[in-house]
């Protein structure tokens, strides 16, 4: 029961984090082009396996469209990145690291 309980309150954590993200987060120019659902799917994605807000979400100038970026909070100088790849037309972690909030901006841009 207890562990029931534990379940529903982190997917309730992430599907807050998720709609916090979805109103507040960067959105570069790439992200803003991708279609809502995909753009969801990218967010609930990181909410589900980090538990700090997204800062923002974008790609590097000449990366392929199947390439996306996700800077989330972790501390007051470093961020975790997520690096997504658009796989079988479903947006897939493909890696993750700490960097910091300097290396980061290099994504707003595109």
């Known amino acids: ?36 659902a995909e753009l969801e799917e990218i967010i609930g994605l990181v909410s589900r396996a980090w538990g700090e807000p997204i800062v923002g979400i974008g790609q590097s100038c000449g990366e392929p469209t199947n390439i996306m970026h996700v800077v989330a909070r972790y501390g007051d ?22 960097g910091t909030p300097f290396i980061s901006t290099g994504w707003y841009g595109c």
């Open 1 to 36: 029961m207890a562990a029931a309980v534990a379940s529903l309150l982190l997917v309730g954590c992430a599907a807050d984090r998720a709609r916090w993200s979805l109103a507040h987060a960067y959105l570069a120019p790439s992200a803003k082009r991708l279609p809502r």
């Open 77 to 98: 100088y470093r961020t975790m990145v997520f690096d997504f790849r658009k796989i079988s037309g479903h947006w897939r972690i493909i890696d993750r690291g700490y």
